[in-house]
């Protein structure tokens, strides 16, 4: 109903306007001054204000000026009813933006064409804008549901066509199933061939989804380079198959600035009713992808008992490691480096281990993993480092041994921007000389970016420590890269000594390393030696030192020490 504010200081008047405009069929209200008035009209934003000029502590000029100003107000209709209609007067009203006047006594039908009049104009006025915002609105909606890039719904809106069909599902006992889709390596894409290559790819992307699925299904970009797919009305069976048609699809090569280009696709999937709600038939999409792509899986990595029950243990196991520094959870053992000519101890191996409160001892196979997973390597490496380092010092002291201690850093630490720093400060904080501290990197960690890696060993080897390549002939380096590094030992794999009296390729990998090793003035040392076979084999090659079983596990420090104390030799 349309709404009318009189504001009029003579009641008789007052009450005759809001008669008429009942008649009308007009929401009256009324204020018998102008300050009334205003505050009455910033409060219910009247379609058109009726207000007398002569009214006492604020004039009808007042009132017009006040509401004028304030934004909600201004654009109401405003009629000034007087009984002075000298030019003057109109002149000065309509300077302040009156939009009519009515002079007094008037009749009800004055009344009823100067309200008409106006609410006509007005709405002619404001039709465009109403159409206008009308539009705007519709245009906020979709952006509210739609990727902007691709124009695929978006998350909100896939997971609001999630619970539809899940409704549904429930109600047919049909399956459904949620796929996600994700582009290996798109960063790195996004840095070699600009942002506006990225935008083609996915785009090229949801064009490509598009084709491979009904009007009934769903595509939808949920972040980055992630895609939801939302299939329906299928078996199990027709599911895993519309996955790998997906899959082949994605796969082919794309044409993006005049190149032909391929990227990997990772790809994972849940079905309902193994899965009962939305919010979890996305996040096990979500897991399984992620799974399929550690496990190097080049199909459609459907979430099962196998993976709910890894990432439970992951789960476990990523809680319990956050605590392990701060319970002193966490050991360092160490494993006897043997010299082949003395049989004496010349050095050791700093190994990792957990010997949980609540999960009891935990191999380093596994938490190893979920620590450069999670980056908990980093502050874990760091104290190993330093706890391997106080460890020497204390042997050097007490024992007058210059003994070598070996730490082996991950393919994630050796990344770390603050590594080269964070060993200096450790040899200036445990006085160890640096000569005695030997950093242990794989070959595979070494080649995966010769040049940084270069780099890097460059700057370790400057603070005076020895670097070891560990796991040699496991990779796939160069001779022309392998003369570069910095490198003062190489590491025989224990995959090579296993076998060297029963196997001649093991044989002659040992052998070649062994020789390649002499002939760039490095030393050899062998790893995972069990057998006086294996250690005759060695000597023979000329291996410089060994570690292995066949001397000593990795023990503690405590056990080490009594090695030492006994001055326990290899037998040769």
Request: charged share 20%; proline share 3%; with cysteine.
């Given at each position: 109903?349309?709404?009318?504010?009189?504001?009029?200081?003579?009641?008789?008047?007052?009450?005759?306007?809001?008669?008429m405009?009942?008649?009308?069929?007009?929401?009256?209200?009324?204020?018998d001054?102008?300050?009334?008035?205003?505050?009455?009209?910033?409060q219910?934003?009247?379609?058109?204000?009726?207000?007398?000029?002569?009214?006492?502590?604020m004039?009808?000029?007042?009132?017009?000026?006040?509401?004028?100003?304030n934004p909600?107000?201004?654009?109401?209709?405003?009629?000034?009813?007087?009984?002075?209609?000298?030019?003057?007067?109109?002149?000065?009203?309509?300077?302040?933006?009156?939009?009519?006047?009515?002079?007094?006594?008037?009749?009800?039908?004055?009344?009823?064409?100067?309200?008409?009049?106006?609410?006509?104009?007005?709405?002619?006025i404001?039709?465009?804008?109403?159409?206008?915002?009308?539009?705007?609105?519709?245009?906020?909606?979709?952006?509210?549901?739609?990727?902007?890039?691709?124009?695929?719904?978006?998350?909100?809106?896939?997971?609001?066509?999630?619970?539809?069909?899940?409704?549904q599902?429930?109600?047919?006992?049909?399956?459904?199933?949620?796929?996600?889709?994700?582009?290996?390596?798109?960063?790195?894409?996004?840095?070699?061939?600009?942002?506006?290559?990225?935008?083609?790819?996915?785009?090229?992307?949801?064009?490509?989804?598009?084709?491979?699925?009904?009007?009934?299904?769903?595509?939808?970009?949920?972040?980055?380079?992630?895609?939801?797919?939302?299939?329906?009305?299928r078996?199990p069976?027709?599911?895993?198959?519309?996955?790998?048609?997906?899959?082949?699809?994605?796969?082919?090569?794309?044409?993006?600035?005049?190149?032909?280009?391929?990227?990997?696709?990772?790809?994972?999937?849940?079905?309902?009713?193994?899965?009962e709600?939305?919010?979890?038939?996305?996040?096990?999409?979500?897991?399984?992808?992620?799974?399929?792509?550690?496990?190097?899986?080049?199909?459609?990595?459907?979430?099962?008992?196998?993976?709910?029950?890894?990432?439970?243990?992951?789960s476990?196991?990523?809680?319990?490691l956050?605590?392990?520094?701060?319970?002193?959870?966490?050991?360092?053992?160490?494993?006897?480096?043997?010299?082949?000519?003395?049989?004496?101890?010349?050095?050791?191996?700093?190994?990792?281990?957990?010997?949980?409160?609540?999960?009891?001892?935990?191999?380093?196979?596994?938490?190893?993993a979920?620590?450069?997973?999670?980056?908990?390597?980093?502050?874990?490496?760091e104290?190993?480092?330093?706890i391997?380092?106080?460890?020497?010092?204390?042997?050097?002291?007490?024992?007058?041994?210059?003994?070598?201690?070996?730490?082996?850093?991950?393919?994630?630490?050796?990344?770390?921007?603050?590594?080269?720093?964070?060993?200096?400060?450790?040899?200036?904080?445990?006085?160890?000389?640096?000569?005695?501290?030997?950093i242990?990197?794989?070959?595979?960690t070494?080649?995966?970016d010769?040049?940084?890696?270069?780099?890097?060993?460059?700057?370790?080897?400057?603070?005076?420590?020895?670097?070891?390549i560990?796991?040699?002939?496991?990779?796939?380096?160069?001779?022309?890269?392998?003369?570069?590094?910095?490198?003062?030992?190489?590491?025989?794999?224990?995959?090579?000594?296993?076998?060297?009296?029963?196997?001649?390729?093991?044989?002659?990998?040992?052998?070649?390393?062994?020789?390649?090793?002499?002939?760039?003035?490095?030393?050899?040392?062998?790893?995972?030696?069990?057998?006086?076979?294996?250690?005759?084999?060695?000597?023979?090659?000329?291996?410089?030192?060994?570690?292995?079983?066949?001397?000593?596990?990795?023990?503690?420090?405590?056990?080490?020490?009594?090695?030492?104390?006994?001055?326990k030799?290899?037998?040769?």
């Open positions: 109903m349309t709404t009318i504010l009189i504001i009029e200081d003579t009641a008789s008047l007052q009450e005759e306007i809001l008669q405009l009942d008649l009308m069929n007009f929401r009256g209200l009324a204020a001054n102008g300050v009334a008035g205003v505050q009455l009209a910033q219910h934003l009247p379609d058109i204000i009726l207000c007398d000029i002569m009214m006492p502590e004039d009808g000029y007042d009132v017009l000026q006040t509401l004028r100003r909600e107000t201004a654009r109401i209709p405003f009629i000034f009813l007087t009984a002075r209609a000298d030019r003057a007067d109109i002149r000065r009203g309509m300077n302040l933006g009156a939009d009519d006047y009515l002079t007094k006594p008037f009749t009800s039908s004055d009344l009823g064409e100067a309200i008409t009049a106006r609410l006509c104009k007005q709405a002619a404001t039709a465009p804008y109403v159409l206008e915002m009308k539009r705007a609105a519709e245009q906020l909606g979709q952006m509210a549901f739609r990727d902007s890039l691709t124009g695929l719904p978006n998350r909100i809106q896939f997971q609001h066509r999630l619970q539809e069909a899940l409704i599902a429930n109600r047919n006992q049909q399956a459904i199933a949620v796929l996600c889709v994700s582009l290996e390596r798109f960063r790195a894409f996004n840095v070699r061939f600009g942002q506006s290559a990225g935008d083609a790819l996915l785009q090229s992307v949801a064009e490509r989804l598009k084709t491979c699925v009904t009007a009934e299904d769903t595509i939808a970009r949920l972040s980055g380079d992630e895609f939801c797919i939302l299939l329906t009305h078996s069976e027709a599911i895993e198959r519309s996955a790998e048609e997906i899959l082949k699809a994605l796969s082919a090569p794309y044409l993006i600035q005049e190149h032909s280009l391929h990227t990997q696709i990772s790809m994972g999937g849940s079905i309902y009713p193994n899965d709600s939305g919010d979890k038939l996305l996040n096990h999409a979500a897991i399984a992808m992620n799974w399929g792509r550690e496990q190097g899986n080049p199909h459609c990595q459907f979430y099962s008992d196998e993976i709910a029950e890894t990432t439970a243990t992951r476990l196991l990523e809680a319990g956050r605590r392990a520094l701060d319970k002193a959870e966490l050991q360092v053992h160490y494993q006897p480096q043997v010299n082949l000519i003395t049989g004496r101890i010349i050095g050791a191996e700093a190994f990792l281990r957990w010997n949980s409160a609540e999960l009891g001892s935990i191999s380093p196979f596994n938490f190893i979920v620590a450069e997973e999670t980056g908990l390597i980093v502050p874990i490496g104290w190993m480092i330093q391997a380092c106080l460890q020497a010092k204390t042997w050097q002291t007490k024992h007058l041994l210059p003994l070598r201690m070996s730490v082996n850093l991950s393919a994630y630490q050796f990344k770390q921007p603050g590594l080269v720093r964070s060993i200096a400060q450790i040899l200036k904080d445990t006085e160890l000389d640096a000569e005695l501290l030997a242990e990197i794989s070959e595979t070494v080649m995966a010769v040049e940084a890696s270069l780099s890097t060993l460059q700057q370790i080897k400057e603070l005076g420590v020895h670097i070891s560990d796991d040699f002939g496991t990779g796939y380096s160069s001779l022309n890269y392998l003369t570069r590094l910095p490198m003062d030992t190489l590491k025989i794999d224990q995959a090579f000594v296993k076998d060297i009296t029963t196997d001649q390729y093991g044989a002659a990998i040992a052998s070649a390393i062994t020789a390649l090793a002499q002939s760039l003035n490095l030393r050899v040392v062998a790893e995972g030696v069990e057998t006086p076979e294996q250690l005759a084999f060695l000597r023979r090659q000329g291996c410089n030192a060994l570690q292995g079983f066949l001397f000593s596990p990795a023990i503690s420090a405590d056990e080490f020490e009594k090695l030492l104390t006994e001055d030799r290899l037998l040769l």
